[in-house]
């Protein structure tokens, strides 16, 4: 099977920052779980965010928040793949799956997505990095070191600083993925803000981002949308962050980030026009 290639899906990547709107079709997401249960509130929340200006929608039916429990391989199934199908129905190209498991990557993109985006970086489905290469999509590799449910427990810890750990970890996931047989070149990297690291390190990790991406020269893809430093910060619930998430989104931009994910896309859209014309006056028209 042979999907769209990364410059195919997303022709403007690194001339300017694509935006990627979160669609959780799942009962316990920290922020918006519960909302888009049903098929036709979630087809009609992904074309408004389209419309909104988001450059691919991101469809997820496993909740990845700290201390959250696994589902089985046949809900995340009947969660996400009526949704996929019921858009690429409707000729929407830009779709996302957010799974760790191989059976719901190859599900998806037969239904229609033309992404791939695991937040274990190939580590939690041996079959992944197989399943993905024999699809010919392009895949996010998003770093990790554990489950959702263990994530932010025990000390964490990252020998010689988080950010080269992460380059470590990551580069070890560019490595599988290009061992079975996925072109560096359709592989977009994230270090998992959030993903069992503590406030210091999430913003050690986007202050950094300009190094992470010189040393995997891979586009970045980060995601702050909501998430609980940004509440460490300003004392804020989950739903009262999104300016804190665009404060952010800015800074990331800054530091490297060319694709950011994010639940409020009407708000992002604004702020990353704003950002790129200051921060890609003359940014590079490839990697």
């Given at each position: 099977m042979g999907g769209r290639t990364l410059d195919e899906l997303f022709p403007d990547l690194g001339r300017r920052t694509l935006v990627m709107g979160i669609l959780n079709v799942t009962p316990d997401s920290f922020s918006d779980g519960g909302r888009y249960g049903d098929v036709d509130a979630a087809v009609e929340a992904a074309l408004t965010m389209l419309a909104q200006g988001a450059d691919v929608v991101d469809i997820g039916g496993e909740s990845t928040r700290p201390g959250s429990d696994p589902v089985s391989l046949e809900e995340e199934?009947?969660?996400?793949?009526?949704?996929?199908?019921?858009?690429?129905?409707?000729?929407?190209?830009?779709?996302?799956?957010?799974?760790?498991?191989?059976?719901?990557?190859?599900?998806?993109?037969?239904?229609?997505?033309?992404?791939?985006?695991?937040?274990?970086?190939?580590?939690?489905?041996?079959?992944?990095?197989?399943?993905?290469?024999?699809?010919?999509?392009?895949?996010?590799?998003?770093?990790?070191r554990a489950r959702p449910k263990t994530m932010q427990q025990g000390e964490l810890t990252y020998e010689g600083g988080v950010l080269a750990a992460v380059i470590r970890e990551l580069e070890a996931s560019i490595a599988k993925a290009v061992a079975a047989g996925l072109p560096q070149a359709q592989l977009i990297v994230d270090p998992g803000i959030g993903f069992g690291k503590d406030l210091d390190q999430n913003l050690a990790l986007i202050r950094g981002l300009d190094q992470l991406k010189a040393a995997l020269r891979r586009p970045v893809l980060i995601g702050t949308s909501r998430k609980s430093f940004l509440g460490a910060l300003t004392g804020q619930p989950a739903e009262a962050r999104d300016a804190a998430t665009l404060a952010s989104v800015v800074l990331a931009i800054q530091y490297g980030a060319d694709m950011v994910r994010v639940h409020d896309v009407p708000g992002t859209v604004d702020a990353v026009k704003v950002a790129d014309a200051l921060v890609r006056v003359a940014a590079p028209t490839g990697l």
């Open positions: 199934l009947r969660r996400v793949i009526p949704v996929v199908e019921a858009l690429a129905e409707l000729g929407i190209q830009g779709l996302s799956v957010d799974t760790t498991k191989a059976e719901v990557a190859r599900r998806a993109v037969a239904a229609g997505a033309g992404l791939v985006n695991d937040v274990s970086a190939l580590t939690f489905d041996p079959e992944m990095a197989d399943a993905v290469a024999a699809l010919g999509v392009p895949l996010v590799l998003s770093h990790t």
